[in-house]
Nanobody, 116 residues
Framework: QVQLVESGGGLVQPGGSLRLSCVAS????????MRWYRQAPGKERELVASISGGGANTNYAPSVKGRFTISRDNAKMTVYLQMNNLKPEDTGVYYCNVFDRGIDYWGQGTQVTVSS
């Protein structure tokens, strides 16, 4: 079955960096676009970044453009989110997502806290 396992979250000071990873299994990874979402306390889940199956096309939310980079390694079935110059408003649970054969799949999430 489809599984998405995120890691790499943690506590970081403003201006710091983190790299999130999402290891996927159970579907044709290289043929599926992948997405990172986040959910801050009391807010709706929002799309942060997406990447096409081959990795050539990426898109970002305006709030993270220029600071975050999404990438993927299809041989390792892993998608990454490099987050630089982190701000307190980046705090939240970050989720990996794939839409496969009519179903939305989510990982368990990884907590990112940006605070001094």
């Amino acid at each position: 079955q489809v599984q998405l396992v995120e890691s790499g979250g943690g506590l970081v000071q403003p201006g710091g960096s983190l790299r999130l990873s999402c290891v996927a299994s159970g579907f044709a990874f290289s043929y599926r676009g992948m997405r990172w979402y986040r959910q801050a306390p009391g807010k709706e889940r929002e799309l942060v970044a997406s990447i096409s199956g081959g990795g050539a096309n990426t898109n970002y939310a305006p709030s993270v453009k220029g600071r975050f980079t999404i990438s993927r390694d299809n041989a390792k079935m892993t998608v990454y989110l490099q987050m630089n110059n982190l701000k307190p408003e980046d705090t939240g649970v970050y989720y990996c997502n794939v839409f496969d054969r009519g179903i939305d799949y989510w990982g368990q999430g990884t907590q990112v806290t940006v605070s001094s």
